[in-house]
């Protein structure tokens, strides 16, 4: 079994940073791609970044240039540093792993997180 638990999101003005964090625990071989996700009520679940084994990163051309996604994976870790926020940024931020169970793929399963409120002011 795998458990996720995000940290760091709370009320910023806009213009301002938050770090968000997401941890993995339990038993698994390894972790596969690591992303962030964003909702408000009402709308569909958006892709804002993600991020392979290999570093190779993507995200929303909405948060290009304001946020940067990154792994520790001595850590089992994903981190979204979010810069310059802006109000339409105000969302429930989930993270989504794909993860390995055995070494075979497939084993491989997604989790997520259960979800941070970021609120950025004007």
């Known amino acids: 079994q795998v458990q996720l638990l995000e940290s760091g999101g709370g009320l910023v003005q806009a213009g301002g940073s938050l770090r968000l964090s997401c941890a993995a625990s339990?038993?698994?071989?390894?972790?596969?791609?690591m992303g962030w996700y964003r909702q408000v009520p009402g709308k569909q679940r958006e892709l804002v970044a993600t991020i392979t084994p290999d570093g190779i990163t993507n995200s929303a051309d909405s948060v290009k240039g304001r946020f940067t996604i990154s792994r520790d994976d001595a850590k089992n870790t994903v981190s979204l540093q979010m810069n310059d926020l802006k109000p339409e940024d105000t969302a429930v931020y989930y993270c989504?792993?794909?993860?390995?169970?055995?070494?075979?793929?497939?084993?491989?399963?997604?989790?997520w997180g259960q979800g941070t409120q970021v609120t950025v002011s004007s």
């Open positions: 339990g038993t698994f071989f390894k972790i596969d791609v």
């Open positions: 989504d792993l794909i993860v390995w169970l055995r070494a075979t793929s497939t084993s491989r399963n997604e989790y």
